[in-house]
């Protein structure tokens, strides 16, 4: 028996081979951050979403008269039976001047030269309009673009977490069964202190790795650098991203003097979708959101993601008000050309 026992320390024991066979089983498992791999991917959707975001100035026709008086010309359209978000439609546009001159033009019996004018600046402000609609429509674009990508991160970010929980997961019943096998080889060959010594270093492997199925996470690079969101926050004059009509439809305020951009804001800040206000969750968050980009967990993205679902519904509301306006626009036509 003696023989024996000094004979064990020679051969690697069945804890050992199932500790080494654990750690190549984790190799890939080591970090809680992933670096990702599939950079061609990345690339190309930060390619497709890098398109021009700013449209083309209105025509300088499409201006003019309600820049010089817009409280004026506001109650000029209402009284002609505008409501105020058709009014506020066309001033984002930059067609409230060609709205001013068809309300001038009025209806009924007139000459043809003025029934030919009246017509000419209705095919204008329709043009205007159809021009914010696709204004509109290619900033939602850029938007599900933008969300796409985190999409995708997300994909990848998930396929990693999957493949790390499968890989602890076997690790967790390996250690069981080699800290089983261990400690009952010891309680045959050896002293019970060193098979109660093995039961506490396999127990102590397997709450190690359930800690690690509790607190690991993966996270991915995502770039920024056509960052709606910042813009958002910041309210430059002119935006980089944005078309001009969209842009000024956003920071246009209605009678309470509140605009898109601020009920967008509140509504993240209501949602703490930044943190808690003054912690440091929120400065940690700003800088990741609003700023270049960073390293997001599927955490982060779904909450980037519900911050660009709020914009998009509030750039969406446009098309609502244009909509409203091609309307009314009709329905004065068809009440002032009666025959």
């Given at each position: 028996?003696?023989?024996?026992?000094?004979?064990?320390?020679?051969?690697?024991?069945?804890?050992?081979?199932?500790?080494?066979?654990?750690?190549?089983?984790?190799?890939?498992c080591?970090?809680d951050?992933?670096?990702?791999?599939?950079?061609?991917?990345?690339?190309?959707?930060?390619?497709?979403c890098?398109?021009?975001?700013?449209?083309?100035?209105?025509?300088?026709?499409?201006?003019?008269?309600?820049?010089?008086?817009?409280?004026?010309a506001?109650?000029?359209?209402?009284?002609?039976?505008?409501?105020?978000?058709a009014?506020?439609?066309?001033?984002?546009?930059?067609?409230?001047?060609?709205?001013?001159?068809?309300?001038?033009?009025?209806?009924g019996?007139?000459?043809s030269?003025?029934?030919?004018?009246?017509?000419?600046?209705?095919?204008?402000?329709?043009?205007?309009?159809m021009?914010?609609?696709?204004?509109?429509?290619?900033?939602?674009?850029?938007i599900?673009?933008?969300?796409?990508r985190?999409?995708?991160?997300?994909?990848?970010?998930?396929?990693?977490?999957?493949?790390?929980?499968?890989?602890l997961?076997?690790?967790?019943?390996?250690?069981?069964?080699?800290?089983?096998?261990?400690t009952?080889?010891?309680?045959?060959v050896?002293?019970?202190a060193?098979?109660?010594?093995?039961?506490i270093?396999?127990?102590?492997?397997?709450?190690?790795?359930?800690?690690?199925?509790?607190?690991?996470?993966?996270?991915?690079?995502?770039?920024?650098?056509?960052?709606?969101?910042?813009?958002?926050?910041?309210?430059?004059?002119?935006?980089?991203?944005m078309?001009?009509?969209?842009?000024?439809?956003?920071?246009?305020?209605?009678?309470?003097?509140?605009?898109?951009?601020?009920r967008?804001i509140?509504e993240?800040?209501i949602?703490?979708?930044?943190?808690?206000p003054?912690?440091?969750?929120?400065?940690?968050?700003?800088?990741?959101?609003?700023?270049?980009?960073?390293?997001?967990?599927?955490g982060?993205?779904?909450?980037?993601?519900?911050?660009?679902?709020?914009?998009?519904?509030?750039?969406?509301?446009?098309?609502?008000?244009?909509?409203?306006?091609?309307?009314?626009?009709?329905?004065?036509?068809?009440?002032?050309?009666?025959?």
């Amino acid at each position: 028996m003696q023989a024996a026992e000094r004979s064990i320390p020679k051969h690697p024991s069945c804890a050992r081979a199932a500790v080494l066979g654990i750690l190549l089983l984790l190799g890939g498992c080591g970090t809680d951050r992933l670096v990702t791999q599939d950079r061609r991917a990345r690339a190309a959707t930060e390619r497709i979403c890098a398109q021009p975001g700013n449209s083309m100035p209105a025509p300088r026709q499409w201006r003019g008269e309600a820049q010089r008086d817009p409280l004026q010309a506001r109650i000029t359209l209402a009284q002609g039976g505008f409501s105020a978000s058709a009014i506020g439609a066309a001033e984002a546009i930059g067609a409230d001047g060609l709205l001013l001159r068809l309300a001038a033009l009025g209806g009924g019996p007139g000459t043809s030269a003025r029934m030919a004018e009246a017509l000419q600046v209705r095919l204008e402000l329709t043009e205007a309009i159809m021009l914010g609609i696709l204004d509109v429509a290619s900033t939602l674009a850029e938007i599900d673009c933008e969300g796409e990508r985190g999409d995708q991160l997300r994909t990848r970010l998930q396929a990693a977490l999957d493949r790390r929980l499968y890989r602890l997961n076997i690790a967790t019943i390996l250690t069981g069964a080699a800290t089983a096998a261990a400690t009952g080889t010891l309680a045959f060959v050896s002293t019970a202190a060193a098979s109660n010594i093995a039961g506490i270093v396999g127990g102590n492997a397997e709450a190690g790795l359930g800690l690690a199925l509790l607190f690991g996470e993966v996270s991915g690079e995502l770039r920024t650098p056509r960052n709606m969101l910042r813009e958002v926050w910041d309210r430059p004059a002119e935006s980089r991203l944005m078309p001009a009509s969209v842009w000024r439809y956003l920071n246009r305020a209605d009678l309470a003097g509140v605009t898109q951009l601020d009920r967008l804001i509140a509504e993240w800040c209501i949602q703490e979708l930044l943190g808690e206000p003054g912690s440091e969750a929120e400065r940690e968050r700003g800088a990741l959101f609003l700023g270049m980009g960073g390293s997001y967990t599927p955490g982060d993205l779904d909450i980037r993601e519900a911050m660009m679902e709020l914009l998009q519904a509030s750039v969406a509301m446009m098309n609502q008000d244009l909509r409203n306006l091609l309307a009314e626009v009709a329905r004065w036509w068809a009440e002032s050309h009666r025959p």
